[in-house]
């Protein structure tokens, strides 16, 4: 049997541009991701907050309208510019 390869090898040089342009896609696809996650100002960390302030209520249902009411009061107020609504 006789069995020749179908592409000729790639030369060293085609392996570190191509490592080099996975590295940039995926220092991008991260950086976004990060962004995405803290955008809000770290949403999770004000949950985690709004249920340690919560913690004596009794039942789910009182928890989780307390933890809405906590959230909600902890937003910050945002008012309407000089421009219009």
Known sequence: MNMKPDASPLSPAAHF???????????GIFSSLT??????GRPLERWAA?????????YVSER?????????LQ????????RGI
């Open 17 to 27: 541009v191509a490592a080099v342009f996975a590295t940039i896609i995926t220092v």
């Open 35 to 40: 962004e995405l996650f803290l955008r809000n």
């Open 50 to 58: 709004a249920e340690r302030a919560c913690a004596t209520q009794v």
């Open 64 to 72: 989780e309208a307390c933890m809405r009411q906590w959230a909600a």
């Open 75 to 82: 937003r910050p107020l945002r008012l309407a510019s000089k």
